[in-house]
């Protein structure tokens, strides 16, 4: 297999333009940063830059505007951010990417950034469209992506771009997840566990077919899981669900019995009636019609701590309830300290990737200890299955 090109770390790039593709991807309430880990990361790797008197343009996304100019999720609270943690000038550029734009950037000299508005603004970005990215490649010199977690799309800021641009690398943040995660895929330790938490089996149905193959036990938490409730002929009241789920998951459990892997759903839940309540412990066959399931329940979490107990590897992706109200993080929290626990044991290898995984881990004022920690989500767990992911591809 071919090797990744990395940064050289001692490579010459004064007055070089350093197009730098970063995942800047961070949750927002109210154009406030709520969680500024992604960010905080790629800083070191930016000061580099900086000292070593390079001209660098970043390109990163927010959420999915799909081609459209949404001022919700624009980059603008990420840029005031940089400002203040960068001692440079910080340029925002929010106008339009044509062949005009390689003249606009003319100003930027030796030490200085540009920072790109969301890069998902441009539907050449998620068509992967040639000319789209022949123009972004027009803007620099050498790119670099850095942003491993968004390196599973074929879109132009990952994928074309190398095609026009004269020399591609991985950054330090990719190079660092590549490595971390490649050691555990080849000295993989069973029995595996992988818990799957969101709200879409249809997103993660690639994903957890390819895992049943792989692993031990699959479990399925989150609102993914209301799902599997309904096959099993739970009423779930009014809680989250996905339309035409019933023939993925009979899929999934026709799959996990041919290759002997064990599937794990709630035995219990928290619901309430709204997203702001406080939670009440029930029994799945006692659901009322007007509750949301939002937490997994204490029959659950003792489960789920069995298997933890019995693994060797654990593979951790999704939070277990709706974290963003403390009432329903005890699920997702109790599962972070059992790995916790196992891990600083030495008797556990523990994988954890997905922005939201990491963001509800960091609103305890626990300490926890991981093997590894991804902010990725598909990419890690694509990656993990050994699948060759397009914006890693482009740089070997």
């Known amino acids: 297999m071919s090797k990744i090109k990395y940064f050289p770390e001692d490579m010459d790039v004064q007055n070089k333009r350093i197009m730098l593709r970063l995942d800047l991807n961070v949750p927002l309430d109210k154009k406030e940063i709520q969680d500024k880990n992604r960010i905080v990361s790629s800083l070191p790797f930016l000061k580099d830059l900086i000292k070593k008197k390079a001209k660098i343009i970043i390109i990163s996304h927010l ?103 004269k020399e591609s690398y991985a950054g330090p943040l990719l190079k660092k997840e590549v490595k971390a995660i490649s050691s555990i895929i080849q000295n993989k330790k069973e029995p595996v566990s992988c818990i799957i938490g969101g709200s879409k089996v249809s997103t993660k149905i690639n994903i957890i077919t390819n895992l049943i193959k792989n692993v031990n036990n699959i479990i399925i938490v989150g ?128 994988i954890l990737g997905g922005g939201d995984t990491i963001s509800a881990i960091n609103k305890s004022n626990d300490k926890f200890a991981f093997t590894h920690l991804s902010t990725a989500g598909g990419a890690f767990l694509e990656f993990l299955e050994g699948k060759d992911l397009p914006g890693i591809n482009v740089l070997k």
């Open 63 to 165: 959420g999915r505007p799909k081609g459209v100019k949404n001022n919700e999720l624009s980059l603008s609270p990420i840029y005031k951010f940089l400002k203040e943690q960068l001692q440079t000038n910080v340029y925002f550029f929010m106008g339009d990417i044509n062949e005009e734009t390689k003249n606009k950037f003319s100003y930027l000299k030796e030490g200085e950034i540009i920072l790109i508005e969301n890069i998902r603004f441009f539907k050449g970005e998620r068509e992967n469209d040639d000319n789209f990215a022949k123009i972004l490649a027009s803007l620099g010199d050498i790119y670099i992506n850095d942003a491993f977690s968004c390196s599973h799309r074929a879109q132009a800021s990952i994928h074309k771009i190398t095609k026009y641009i």
């Open 223 to 350: 609102a993914m899981a209301n799902n599997f409730l309904i096959f099993k002929g739970f009423k779930i009241g009014k809680s989250l669900i996905e339309k035409d789920s019933k023939k993925i998951i009979d899929n999934i459990y026709t799959e996990a019995k041919r290759h002997n892997c064990n599937i794990f759903i709630p035995e219990d839940c928290s619901v309430s009636i709204d997203f702001k309540g406080s939670g009440k412990i029930k029994e799945l066959d006692s659901i009322g019609k007007d509750e949301i399931i939002l937490d997994i329940g204490p029959k659950t979490v003792k489960k789920i701590e069995n298997i933890i107990d019995q693994s060797s590897t654990v593979l951790w992706n999704g939070p277990a309830g709706y974290f963003e109200n403390k009432n329903f993080s005890t699920g997702t929290l109790a599962i972070a300290k059992k790995i916790s626990e196992s891990t600083s044991r030495k008797s556990l290898i523990s």
